[in-house]
């Protein structure tokens, strides 16, 4: 499974209903600010990197495609989309 599809599985377990990848989550209404830090938590687990405090920006976590850019960004262009 690619990074994108690993979000896209985590976040749907979440979220009740059907996403594209640039539907803003939290523009929906659809979670929460403890959502949030769950999502953030995730990615340092299931990628096994740190965010950073400038990273926390909402712009990176807002969309499946924008978790996406944020993974692949800082894992480098080697790694698997």
């Given at each position: 499974?690619?990074?994108r599809?690993?979000?896209r599985?985590?976040?749907?377990?979440?979220?009740?209903?059907?996403l594209?990848d640039?539907d803003?989550?939290?523009?929906l209404?659809?979670?929460d600010s403890?959502?949030?830090?769950q999502?953030v938590s995730?990615?340092?687990?299931?990628?096994g990197m740190?965010?950073?405090g400038?990273d926390?920006?909402?712009d990176?976590?807002?969309?499946?495609a924008?978790?996406?850019r944020?993974?692949?960004?800082?894992?480098?262009?080697?790694?698997?989309q």
């Amino acid at each position: 499974m690619d990074v994108r599809d690993r979000i896209r599985s985590y976040i749907g377990a979440k979220v009740a209903q059907p996403l594209e990848d640039d539907d803003d989550i939290f523009e929906l209404g659809l979670v929460d600010s403890l959502f949030g830090l769950q999502l953030v938590s995730f990615v340092e687990q299931e990628f096994g990197m740190e965010v950073d405090g400038d990273d926390l920006d909402i712009d990176n976590f807002c969309s499946i495609a924008a978790i996406n850019r944020f993974v692949v960004g800082k894992m480098g262009a080697g790694f698997a989309q």
